[in-house]
């Protein structure tokens, strides 16, 4: 069966720093793109940072150069590192695996930054 494990939410204060990390198993993950997605209460899942196959990386606007993602083929794992977080990243935080005509997606972990 095909998992995606979400884990390293909780609550932080502005300014803080938070590590995501998505455990994968059940599919060949390095053939993958990795993607972080969040959805806020109220507001539609957005894109938040993904990684291809040979590690090139895309970031939304709203969190380049405060977010660096990366993947660990061996472990199949894909981390989000968020620093000086911001209210407005309060949201419900997902990994979704990608490739040609197939996409996985993993449970939610939340994240909530109080100001």
């Known amino acids: 069966d095909v998992q995606l494990q979400a884990s390293g939410g909780g609550l932080v204060q502005a300014g803080g720093s938070l590590r995501l990390s998505c455990a994968t198993s059940?599919?060949?993950?390095?053939?993958?793109?990795i993607g972080w997605f969040r959805q806020a209460p109220g507001k539609e899942r957005e894109l938040v940072a993904s990684i291809d196959s040979d590690s090139i990386t895309i970031y939304a606007d709203s969190v380049k150069g405060r977010f660096t993602i990366s993947r660990d083929d061996a472990k199949n794992t894909v981390d989000l590192q968020m620093t000086s977080l911001k209210p407005e990243d309060t949201a419900v935080y997902y990994c979704k695996a990608v490739r040609r005509g197939f996409s996985f997606w993993g449970q939610g972990t939340q994240v909530t930054v109080s100001s």
């Open positions: 059940g599919f060949t993950f390095e053939d993958y793109a």
